[in-house]
């Protein structure tokens, strides 16, 4: 390990007077998934939202090691190389499955559209590949030609995992994954997602508000409040001994079963 | 009806139209100078949809104002102009915009395809091989080939300026999907010059390899929507597909019932009430010319 894979320093984004996020930094290394926890609207999604280059930060950078052309600053790229890492080295999952699917063509259409943007023009190696995916997130091969809008939650959100990793991604950032499923989904996805993260040596960024979720998927964890990052350290080490005011009164709000 | 109408005889440095009410080819000559920039633009870039400042013509947008406002601006005395129609040279609206610029544009008018230096067309390429010099005016209802792909038109233009094709390729998938082909018939997307992908009008795909390489200047005109786009002679015009499902026009198993062609686009016709079919060349003058 040489290179942090991607590397924030002093991220800010105001929205007019408001600020969204202010100063965070931080390093993620190759293999690593780092969660950022924290209420709604402590600047989680715009924090993730600056770091996949989908909003430009008014101060600090983000530079990514690529894996052939060396480290790049995100936001200085030109649109189209910032395009073409988003997606061939990039994933990015939605919490609301219907912004990162196509709704009006079919699951393997679906899968399959990454590999048509980088030039893939057979069509029975292309509909192989999205059966193959189809079946690592354990949705019935027979759904391939299904529309999307056919599928319950869970199967939108594995779905979009699927046409996510289908161009081997070393970086996939997860909006809220689990976010609006019940509960038996939620564990399946998350059973789903640490299998994947491990078996192909994903690097992740994954924002929750769910503390049970940032305990089984992540090994970093960043606590923001109000825009800034209060807290940061090894998962277990933040919600076992919580040091700071409001990661302790986070820790102490989980629901008892 | 003649085949071929002669150049009326007036004085050639008039500037005005037979009647004397507008002036030469209906447009004033601000208006084609800015249409000719586009064209030239167009013609430069090619497949790349040029902007231009359309103008209302004496017929309702989806009749062909983009193809007459093109022919306007490019038509002169010495000219001769054929116009068709689904290959037909006797429609309403091909009899209508031949008689207009007879009138506005004082030039000779044809059927024949060969005789024709300028031919607006609307839904069909002549089965007939064109020529250097010959200019082929297409009428255009919708320019954006990604349109009902990405409704945004400031994505769509991001997504030419960065040639991120994907989606067209989707859209082909997903076809053979559903229907264990590539369904679509008419107006099947082409990848011009390697760089855009250009919709080439309503044509049938059976047409789509005579733009591969033509020999005419190919100019196409959309009024609605008010772009100008082209194809220079002589350059590539690839229809999209898969390497396993390779693009392939449409085959007949009849022959054309009134010239016997078997290599012309034919149209199925019903000619009684016990629904007896028939198959005759659409091109009109192509089947003439055969009997």
């Not at chain 1, 189809?134 to 759904?143: G, L, P």
């Not at chain 1, 994954?177 to 989904?185: A, E, I, K, Q, W």
């Not at chain 2, 010959?134 to 038109?153: G, H, K, T």
């Amino acid at each position: 390990m040489s290179a942090p894979l991607l590397s924030a320093r002093d991220v800010t984004r105001r929205f007019g007077g408001r600020i969204a996020c202010r100063d965070v930094s931080f390093d993620l290394w190759p293999g690593e998934v780092l969660g950022i926890v924290g209420e709604s609207g402590s600047g989680k999604t715009t924090l993730l939202n600056c770091l996949a280059g989908r909003l430009l930060p008014d101060g600090g950078s983000v530079a990514y090691e690529t894996k052939s052309a060396g480290t790049v600053d995100v936001h200085r790229l030109s649109e189209a190389r910032r395009r073409l890492l988003a997606r061939t080295e990039w994933g990015f999952v939605n919490q609301d499955a219907r912004e990162g699917l196509r709704m009006g063509v079919s699951a393997g259409a679906n899968i399959g559209e990454r590999l048509m943007a980088v030039g893939a023009r057979h069509y029975g190696e292309i509909r192989g590949q999205a059966a193959d995916w189809m079946a690592r997130v354990e949705i019935d091969a027979d759904r391939l030609d299904d529309r999307p809008t056919s599928f319950s939650g869970g199967m939108r959100q594995r779905l979009q995992i699927a046409r996510n990793l289908v161009s081997n991604p070393r970086l996939v950032f997860m909006d809220e994954p689990t976010g609006g499923l019940d509960v038996s989904v939620q564990a399946r996805i998350l059973d789903l997602l640490r299998g994947l993260v491990e078996g192909l040596h994903l690097s992740a960024v994954l924002v929750t508000h769910d503390l049970g979720v940032a305990r089984l998927l992540t090994h970093r964890l960043m606590v923001m409040q109000g825009g800034t990052v209060v807290e940061q350290g090894l998962t277990d080490q933040v919600l076992d001994d919580p040091q700071h005011a409001y990661t302790q009164m986070l820790v102490a709000s989980i629901l008892p079963v | 009806m003649p085949d071929t109408i002669p150049r009326p005889d007036i004085n050639p440095t008039d500037s005005t139209s037979q009647d004397g009410a507008y002036n030469y080819a209906y447009l004033d000559e601000q208006t084609k100078r800015m249409i000719r920039r586009a064209i030239l633009k167009a013609v430069a870039v090619p497949g790349y949809q040029v902007p231009f400042g359309g103008r209302e013509m004496p017929l309702p947008y989806g009749w062909g104002t983009g193809g007459i406002q093109v022919t306007a601006a490019i038509i002169g005395r010495e000219d001769t102009l054929k116009v068709i129609d689904q290959g037909a040279d006797d429609t309403t609206n091909a009899v209508s915009i031949r008689r207009f610029f007879a009138t506005v544009a004082q030039v000779a008018t044809t059927t024949h395809t060969e005789e024709a230096t300028i031919i607006q067309t609307r839904h069909r390429v002549p089965e007939t091989p064109l020529t250097d010099g010959q200019i082929l005016v297409f009428q255009v209802p919708i320019p954006e080939p990604l349109r009902m792909l990405e409704p945004r038109e400031t994505e769509t233009r991001t997504l030419h300026a960065l040639s991120e094709y994907g989606v067209m390729q989707v859209s082909l998938y997903e076809s053979i999907a559903r229907h264990g082909r590539i369904a679509k018939t008419y107006n099947y997307p082409v990848m011009v010059n390697g760089r855009y992908i250009m919709s080439p009008s309503p044509i049938p795909k059976f047409d789509n390899p005579k733009l591969d390489r033509s020999a005419a200047l190919q100019l196409y005109g959309a009024g609605r929507e008010k772009r100008i786009y082209a194809v220079p002679p002589h350059t590539s015009v690839k229809s999209l597909d898969f390497d396993d499902h390779p693009f392939e026009i449409e085959t007949w198993t009849e022959c054309c019932a009134l010239c016997g062609s078997t290599e012309s686009f034919l149209d199925e016709m019903i000619v009684d009430d016990a629904g007896k079919r028939l198959f005759v060349c659409s091109d009109t003058d192509y089947c003439e010319s055969r009997r």
